[in-house]
């Protein structure tokens, strides 16, 4: 995970050290995931056990951790939990920021995958049940119009570049726009239509902030539940296909994992 461009700030033992990471087998994975209905195929797929009562996390918080082993892989799934008050899942930028920091510190990931629903944009050449690997991240609801201030705000990203698991399996690219809203707001599509995106989702963009603040790889899988652009509203289009999607995106992370078993970084 890294900003489009080069720091040059970074120190030659820091860039030595990212060197060496990237030539040790991946032997340890974070998987975030906003929606419970999301993470329960990986879980049963990966035959992970849910920890009740995960001691590093700070107590109280909704976050559910599954883990185990998959392939000589550690796997932890990190679902972002219910709302203690309203029981719905505690989707949006804050609470995918908070679950991917405190999801590094305890865990020490060598990789981060975020695997959510998004909405697609058929001007872009999305469809229903489509499965991206996505290239950038951005924000489209942080307009800040003051310069410098500005591209803040959009927090353009790039992703952990995978070209060999681009390369093996049958998945689409795509950039990829985060914000806390479900609808679109004209504001939002100008902005939305300045990232670029096919794909716009409600966490990604916070969780590449943290795995960059904290230099921990990420990729984004993200599979289309609603044309956003489309005829349809988007909540009922989101509830029509969320289960035969998320069958789709379970598979694509499955395939995910399964590639990246034995590999160290460097040969994504």
Same mark, same amino acid.
Not at 220 to 234: C, E, L, S, Y
């Given at each position: 995970m890294a900003p489009p461009e080069n720091n040059s700030n970074v120190s030659e033992e820091s860039m030595s050290m990212a060197t060496e990471s990237e030539k040790r087998?991946?032997?340890? +994975?974070? +998987?975030? *995931?906003? &929606?419970?209905?999301?993470?329960?195929?990986?879980?049963?797929?990966?035959?992970?056990?849910?920890d009740l009562d995960f001691v590093r996390f700070p107590k109280g918080v909704p976050w559910v951790r599954y883990h185990g082993t998959y392939k000589g892989l550690n796997i932890n799934i990190i679902q =972002?939990?219910?709302?203690?008050?309203?029981? $719905?899942?505690?989707?949006?930028?804050?609470?995918?920021?908070?679950?991917?920091?405190?999801? *590094?510190?305890?865990?020490?990931?060598?990789? &981060?995958?975020?695997?959510?629903t998004a909405g697609g944009f058929k001007a872009k050449g999305a469809s229903i049940g489509d499965t991206f690997l996505v290239s950038h991240v951005a924000?489209?609801?942080?307009?800040?119009? &003051?310069?410098?201030?500005? =591209?803040?705000? $959009?927090?353009?990203?790039?992703?952990? !570049?995978?070209?060999?698991? =681009?390369?093996? =399996?049958?998945?689409?690219?795509?950039?990829?726009?985060?914000?806390? !809203?479900?609808?679109?707001?004209?504001?939002?599509?100008? !902005? +939305? *239509?300045?990232?670029?995106?096919?794909?716009?989702?409600?966490?990604?963009?916070?969780?590449?902030y943290v795995a960059d603040l904290l230099k921990v790889?990420? &990729?984004?899988?993200?599979?289309?539940?609603? *044309?956003?652009?489309?005829?349809?509203?988007?909540?009922?289009?989101f509830l029509e296909n969320l289960a035969a999607v998320t069958a789709a995106l379970g598979q694509a992370v499955t395939e995910i994992v399964d590639f990246i078993t034995g590999k160290c970084l460097s040969e994504l």
């Open positions: 087998p991946i032997s340890n +994975i974070v +998987i975030i *995931i906003a &929606i419970q209905a999301e993470a329960l195929p990986l879980v049963s797929k990966f035959q992970l056990k849910e =972002l939990g219910k709302d203690a008050i309203l029981g $719905v899942d505690s989707v949006g930028t804050v609470s995918a920021s908070l679950v991917t920091f405190a999801s *590094i510190q305890a865990l020490q990931p060598d990789l &981060i995958i975020n695997a959510g924000f489209h609801d942080r307009r800040i119009p &003051i310069p410098v201030f500005d =591209l803040y705000g $959009v927090g353009l990203r790039q992703a952990f !570049s995978t070209p060999n698991l =681009l390369k093996m =399996l049958n998945l689409k690219i795509g950039k990829l726009s985060t914000g806390d !809203s479900l609808d679109m707001s004209p504001e939002d599509e100008s !902005s +939305i *239509i300045a990232n670029d995106a096919t794909v716009k989702d409600m966490e990604g963009a916070a969780v590449a790889p990420a &990729i984004f899988v993200k599979a289309v539940t609603d *044309i956003v652009d489309g005829d349809k509203p988007t909540s009922v289009e």
